[in-house]
């Protein structure tokens, strides 16, 4: 345990510190689902029409309020790929000469330009109306919540209390949930009556998004999702062999996946209100998908499947605002829009697959020219 927790830092740069595509590749599978494969797949459903397509199109919505769902492990996996890089990229830059304190200055510009981008994207900034602006509403907000509560972390606290913390993260958001009246009791989970969406009401007043979805106290939570992450990395970039860093990362995912069903009777698997159980339940899977995408690209040295998804993740958050901002279908409209007379119900697929093309043409110009926006 000791030897384990002894490679939870940001030393011996030389120590695993290469590139790991597996990471890249995660990154652009999962902006895949957000900038197009969603829509791509759930049409198929319109074409077949059988059980599996319904099963793939009901897995492709988040769940109503309790339980959990392939698409509710997308946001979740966009904090943990964050957190798994930090190791990497602040090791890097501590290697480099900088100092703590110039790295958290550039931590604080990004949160910044993150939840700008968020505002954007989401809370109805571009409106330029006042009535309909929402401060806290989105997945790039909740991530730059998440950054910079890991950074604090990373940077200033050593391993083992970096693993208090994040235990505590969850304990508190928990205990306010448990204890925090929102009416005659406490300890209420339902959709308009909880603690967390108490909160931002109470906060942000006539700002709050209007939906059951709360930010304020799941802010503890999206730091704790991004610590997952973290966790992960340190282990991805330690100098223990790539087999026993896989063993490491299943054994990582088992222990949040029965924690989270332990605790879910108590306290539930809820993604709207981000709860600690939901946070564990969804890092599990998290992990997973990372040993897997690990094992088959950097272990097994698997990668030529793996281009597609690195070209849409080298720039996850120009696809991300560009997804949200415009809607490529327009374009790819031009070309196909006389094939409906002929394509019937495979039309839909046709149109959500040309508007993803479009954006993923953009995405691979950029790739090739070695274009990469980074904030």
């Not at 510009?109 to 954007?120: E, N, P, Q, S, T």
Request: proline share 2%.
């Amino acid at each position: 345990m000791k030897n384990l927790l002894n490679q939870f830092t940001l030393k011996n740069l030389s120590a695993g510190g290469g590139r790991i595509l597996s990471v890249d590749a995660l990154r652009g599978f999962d902006m895949f689902w957000i900038v197009g494969g969603e829509m791509i797949f759930k049409s198929l459903d319109k074409v077949f029409q059988n059980n599996t397509t319904a099963w793939i199109s009901l897995q492709l919505d988040h769940v109503e309020w309790l339980g959990f769902r392939f698409y509710d492990i997308i946001m979740p996996l966009f904090l943990f790929i964050v957190g798994v890089a930090m190791p990497f990229s602040f090791s890097k830059r501590l290697a480099a000469g900088d100092s703590k304190i110039k790295i958290m200055t550039h931590v604080v510009k990004r949160v910044i330009i993150l939840w700008i981008l968020g505002m954007i994207v989401q809370g109805h900034l571009l409106s330029y109306s006042i009535e309909k602006l929402d401060l806290y509403s989105n997945t790039l907000q909740a991530i730059a919540a998440g950054y910079f509560i890991s950074s604090l972390l990373i940077l200033y606290v050593k391993a083992i209390g970096q693993i208090i913390a994040t235990v505590s993260l969850m304990l508190i958001y928990w205990l306010v949930m448990a204890f925090l009246p929102t009416g005659e009791t406490a300890g209420i989970y339902l959709p308009d009556n909880n603690a967390a969406i108490y909160i931002d009401k109470m906060l942000l007043g006539s700002f709050q998004d209007g939906t059951t979805y709360s930010w304020i106290l799941s802010s503890l939570n999206f730091g704790a999702t991004t610590m997952l992450g973290v966790f992960a990395g340190y282990l991805l970039r330690s100098d223990f062999t790539k087999y026993r860093k896989v063993g490491y990362l299943l054994i990582f995912a088992a222990i949040c996946y029965l924690l989270a069903i332990i605790w879910h009777p108590v306290h539930p698997i809820i993604k709207h209100i981000w709860t600690g159980s939901f946070v564990l339940y969804a890092g599990s899977f998290s992990l997973l998908l990372l040993t897997v995408f690990y094992l088959i690209i950097d272990v097994w040295n698997l990668k030529a499947w793996s281009k597609f998804f690195i070209i849409i993740g080298a720039n996850a958050i120009v696809a991300y605002v560009a997804a949200h901002l415009f809607d490529f279908r327009h374009v790819s409209d031009i070309f196909i829009r006389g094939l409906e007379q002929y394509t019937g119900n495979w039309y839909d697929f046709i149109r959500y697959a040309g508007g993803f093309l479009v954006l993923f043409g953009l995405l691979w110009y950029m790739y090739v020219r070695k274009i990469f926006v980074k904030i």
